[in-house]
């Protein structure tokens, strides 16, 4: 009896999950000169266990402007925003999914490892991160007075002011091979300090982020 309830819970989760994958659309922004990392982000999505519903790839110099552009014309209720120069595992997304079938987050942060590590809570990196489509409504997205600095980390503060919730899935995993071109900003930097002064300054405190302002 034991056996046949554990066999029926699991096609029952298997069978959410492959709902809930249909519903996700990912979200890539394509800089310049990104022509191999998108074929090898594409055969990662290609090989994940679960397939999603649609991939948006945005081009353009802005990041936070290219994902604002992919999720608006998205038809997924789920936004997996990936970056081109990130590898998933196979998993990744199913991974995910598993806290969105088991609780009703507004987003899931996953687990990026190699050269550039993620920092959760405080860092939200968008290149493997999950929001719904409501989250990303009600507050209008990435702000786009970010330019490649802070935009990633203030949408997920901006989320966190408005009393969503935001998990994070550490098996849901995606490989960053390479460093980062991306350089600190003083004037996003104070950008984000005046729209959430009081996470800025936990962060700050407890170490969680390279700070630049202070009082």
Known sequence: MTTRRTKDAGKKAASAIAELSRQVSV??????????????LMEAVKAQTTQ???????????????RNKAWRRAKGSIIWFLDSDVIPDPDALEKALEIFAQTNPEGVEGHIYGIIQRVFRWGFMSGHIFYTRKALEKVGGFDERFTDWRGDTDLGWSILDGGGLILYQPLSRAFHPAGSNTQPNLETERLLYDKHPALYREAREK?????????
């Open 52 to 66: 999603p519903g649609e991939i948006i790839v945005e081009e353009g110099s802005n990041p936070y402007v290219n």
């Open 27 to 40: 979200a890539v922004p394509l800089g310049p000169n990104r022509e191999a990392e998108i074929t090898r």
């Open 207 to 215: 170490g969680y982020l390279q700070c630049f302002i202070h009082d």
